[in-house]
């Protein structure tokens, strides 16, 4: 928790100067959900202690990639891609599979 405050407090300290770059208003206020997703996507990689940043699709997806090789969809490559393509979507997926994008 001691990062999380962090970050917090420093993006409450940042305000609209920090952010700006990614709004694109000059001095209008950072957009606070656009602040907590990258807060997210930045901060939680590292903090769960697991080392290494991002969280690998194999893991991230290992519930999908459990249902699609039951469905009979085996090969793990092109799964792991349909899934990252398609952010995960179990049934997207499986359309680019069956189409054979």
Known sequence: FASLSQMMAGMNQGGAGGATGAGGAGGAQANPMMLWQQMMSQGMGGAGGMGGGETRPEILYRD???QLNEMGFTNAQQ?????????GNLQAAIDRLVQGM
């Open 64 to 66: 999908q990639l459990r």
């Open 79 to 87: 799964n792991v891609e349909a899934l990252v393509a398609t952010g």
